[in-house]
């Protein structure tokens, strides 16, 4: 069973920064595509990046391109998103998502983390 622990989420003020982490164990990490989404209050849960099985292929939805940045690190199991430029409507919990096979801007992703809280303040 894969088990997916994401951290590095925080308050931070609009402008700054934060990386965020997610930790893959309980199957061969560089089988899976990873993902990241975001879930804001009362909102629907939504893409935000991916990444292919190694690494040579991301996809960003628009909002996040140029300031947001998502790498794998395949010898450590981990997923990574640095995240630039914050913005207050960046505020959400963040999920990482894994995915046996090709990366997909949609949902349907096998596993899920538990998620991070990412708040930025005006």
């Known amino acids: 069973q894969v088990q997916l622990v994401e951290s590095g989420g925080g308050l931070v003020q609009a402008g700054g920064s934060l990386r965020l982490s997610c930790a893959f164990s309980?199957?061969?990490?560089?089988?899976?595509?990873m993902g990241w989404f975001h879930q804001a209050p009362g909102k629907e849960r939504k893409f935000v990046s991916a990444i292919s099985l190694s690494g040579g292929s991301t996809y960003y939805t628009d909002s996040v391109k140029g300031r947001f940045t998502i790498s794998r690190d395949n010898a450590k199991n981990t997923v990574y998103l640095q995240m630039t430029g914050l913005k207050p409507e960046d505020t959400a919990v963040y999920y990482c998502?894994?995915?046996?096979?090709?990366?997909?801007?949609?949902?349907?992703?096998?596993?899920w983390g538990q998620g991070t809280q990412v708040t930025v303040s005006s």
């Open positions: 309980g199957r061969t990490f560089s089988s899976y595509a």
């Open positions: 998502a894994a995915k046996w096979g090709l990366a997909t801007r949609d949902l349907n992703y096998d596993y």
